[in-house]
């Protein structure tokens, strides 16, 4: 079981996983409408806070540390196919999200891009026989339920 603070910094479908630093963004738009009258003047309706929504760079990379100084064991690979079948399985359904800020939330797996840093050197130990093992960044958005 992942741990934040242990072996991880956030907790999405029960893996843990290590954010790019300074990626974590939280939004939290009002729920307003602005409209003009007929002399001119403005009308605002203010309904409050709407939805939060983070938007998240995770680093799927092989070879990264716990915060006791030992490996995680986890490859970036594993790392990234673990957010891509909690964003494909997740259809219709929401998703536990833990970090320290707000605790368990449950959200929507909105939107998912990643980046492989380098093609070539990383996939190259394919044609000598060794296996795929990639390094990811990925970003992800999540909508609160």
């Known amino acids: 079981m992942a741990t934040i ?3 991880c910094e956030v907790i999405l479908d029960g893996t843990g996983y290590f954010l790019q630093p300074a ?3 939280l939004l939290q738009p009002r729920i307003r409408k602005t ?3 007929a002399d001119g003047s ?3 309706v203010d309904l409050g806070p709407g939805k939060r929504s983070w938007k998240l760079v995770v680093l799927c990379l092989n070879d990264l540390l716990r915060y006791d ?3 995680t064991g986890v490859s970036g690979q594993a790392y990234r196919d673990a957010l891509r079948a909690s964003y494909s399985g997740s259809v219709g359904s929401t998703l536990t999200f ?3 800020v707000n605790g368990s939330i449950n959200v929507h797996f909105d939107s998912y891009s990643e980046r492989i840093f380098d093609l070539h050197s990383q996939v190259g ?3 000598t026989g060794g296996s795929l ?3 990811y960044e990925v970003t992800i958005e999540l909508l609160e339920a």
């Open 5 to 7: 603070g242990v072996d």
């Open 23 to 25: 990626s974590y963004q």
């Open 35 to 37: 409209s003009v009258r």
């Open 42 to 44: 403005l009308s605002y």
């Open 69 to 71: 100084g030992q490996p």
């Open 98 to 100: 833990i970090d320290p």
């Open 125 to 127: 130990a394919l044609a």
């Open 133 to 135: 093992a990639a390094s």
